[in-house]
């Protein structure tokens, strides 16, 4: 909305076509513990506290949040916020002065298109040329057509867990291909990077980028990437974890969990985090769904949701409790609730422990 140079007014705008709100309903919608209509926090469950505090953030930002909805037609929430200028620091420009990235031509490949906008708008905001391939085969080809038109390409961003064609094999395609008019590559991937440089072998890459990706960490790699030396491992500055991945997998291998969670996104992601220790399951959209799995099938541990329609993760746990061949079944709770007292509330009901999302 404004810039100067000390601070940037941004407008932010949420429209959905959800149930939408009648103006009695909107007055009283940023109030603590309150709901537009009561029977949502029984069918979608919540607190009533998320508006509050989105109030209290944006207050704090300098900003109002406004609400324009209809009822049957949904909403639109809006906000606008004061940001203090972005100063860029002079190590930034002293690592842009050592590689000039604009213009290079870079091939990001990746079966997952959501992970194929982030790296293009980070390179593209970096001043790369960039073209996106879905999978291994459309890479290999793109590659082999660049080559052949005499415009290839310089870096490549591959992906390592990809159906059909993994970046593995992939890269090993493109090497035997190109030899040493390959491009360089760096190596994506939501797994452990230790057991990707295992899995590697004598396969070459010049850098290993552990997802989520940022900006910052997508640049630090590309700069390694370009200098002679090891394979670089750009990890967010955690420190490794000290659990060797290859035991928890043999420790884990074949262990049967029930999942319990209603939100797609949430699934797929639990999912591949515990097929990554070769872990199987079986998916629940809701307690009372998880109590009938229960009965006809044998599980080492379940994963319970706390917040879902029809029956939530609490009364699930107590339910379970309550027959005496489920009181040694181990129950982890996965909660989205920061309030203070969570903890409690979920070993009062009878799980073992808890987890806080994002997983």
Not at 31 to 37: E, K, L, M, P, R
Not at 93 to 119: H, P, Q
Not at 203 to 219: D, E, F, N, Y
Request: glycine share 8%; aromatic share 6%.
């Amino acid at each position: 909305m404004s810039k100067n140079l000390d601070h940037t007014v941004l407008q932010f705008a949420v429209r959905d076509t959800g149930l939408g709100m009648t103006e009695a309903e909107i007055e009283r919608i940023f109030s603590a513990f309150t709901q537009a209509d009561s029977s949502t926090t029984r069918r979608f469950g919540g607190t009533g506290l998320g508006l509050s505090i989105c109030k209290h953030i944006v207050e704090l930002f300098g900003g109002t949040i406004r609400v324009k909805s209809e009822p049957g037609r949904g909403s639109e929430f809006s906000f606008e916020a004061q940001f203090g200028a972005v100063v860029q620091s002079d190590l930034v420009d002293a690592e842009r002065e050592k590689l000039d990235l604009s213009g290079m031509r870079t091939l990001i490949v990746d079966d997952n298109a959501a992970a194929r906008l982030v790296f293009d708008h980070i390179l593209q905001g970096h001043g790369l040329v960039t073209h996106t391939a879905g999978h291994g085969e459309d890479a290999v080809a793109e590659l082999l057509r660049a080559h052949a038109a005499a415009i290839p390409y310089r870096l490549l961003i591959l992906d390592w867990k990809m159906a059909r064609l993994d970046g593995i094999e992939t890269l090993r395609r493109i090497q035997a291909a190109l030899g040493k008019d390959s491009p360089l590559c760096i190596m994506a991937t939501a797994y452990d990077p230790d057991a990707l440089q295992e899995a590697l072998g004598t396969t070459q890459v010049a850098a290993i980028v552990q997802k989520p990706i940022t900006g910052k960490l997508l640049l630090e790699a590309i700069h390694s990437a370009f200098q002679a030396g090891p394979v670089a491992f750009a990890t967010g500055g955690k420190a490794a974890n000290a659990v060797n991945l290859g035991e928890l997998h043999r420790l884990l291998q074949g262990t049967h969990v029930l999942l319990v969670e209603d939100n797609v996104t949430n699934q797929e992601l639990a999912m591949e985090l515990l097929a990554a220790v070769g872990m199987t399951m079986d998916v629940a959209g809701d307690g009372l769904e998880a109590l009938d799995l229960l009965e006809r099938h044998s599980y080492a541990l379940v994963l319970m949701d706390c917040q879902m329609p029809v029956m939530d993760g609490f009364e699930a746990t107590r339910r379970l409790r309550a027959q005496p061949r489920f009181a040694d079944l181990p129950v982890i709770a996965m909660t989205a609730n920061a309030m203070a007292g969570e903890r409690e509330r979920c070993l009062s009901a009878g799980m073992n422990d808890y987890l806080s999302k994002p997983i």
